[in-house]
């Protein structure tokens, strides 16, 4: 094996880590918030937009304020909801099966950040080096790679067929 499988597994070995001591509900529910703030940010950012009367000057700027309000305003519920969770399930004792899970989780979370570099290492034209021919994990990197930009692709389609504004 080589460096960049070392690198690799450290990647995905730290991820896993992170979810064993966060747990999963706590991830879950990051990653929900995430989601739901990016949703929320460009659906309802039309909303907020009159509200915001003092960047008349450009409404572009002034659509990507409302955004980035959306944005932010419904991570920082997800942090309140994220720490309520956390002290339930710690009052109710699943702290073990929680954390077990978010290993879980991390694990899956690494993976598909392995994909997400390797698209970047693609991009780059990192694909002549001898270190990307070498190594025995980008390999499997370059399938998820492939199964992540057809989701990619197929989400980006849906988002221009609707109407954000």
Do not use: C, H, K
């Amino acid at each position: 094996m080589s460096v960049v499988d070392y690198a690799l597994i450290v990647l995905v070995s730290i991820s896993v880590l992170i979810g064993f001591v966060r747990g999963f509900v706590r991830e879950a529910v990051s990653l929900a918030a995430l989601v739901l703030a990016v949703w929320v940010a460009l659906r309802y950012a039309w909303v907020l937009d009159p509200w915001l009367g003092a960047l008349d000057e450009s409404p572009t700027i002034q659509l990507w304020v409302a955004r980035g309000s959306l944005f932010f305003g419904v991570l920082i519920g997800g942090m309140l909801v994220n720490l309520v969770l956390g002290l339930l399930v710690r009052g109710t004792g699943l702290t073990g099966t929680d954390r077990m899970l978010g290993m879980l989780f991390g694990f899956g979370r690494g993976v598909a950040l392995v994909g997400v570099l390797v698209i970047g290492g693609q991009f780059a034209g990192m694909t002549t080096d001898p270190w990307w021919q070498q190594s025995r994990l980008i390999p499997y990197g370059e399938q998820l790679a492939d199964g992540i930009r057809a989701l990619a692709e197929e989400a980006g389609d849906r988002l221009m067929t609707r109407e954000w504004q």
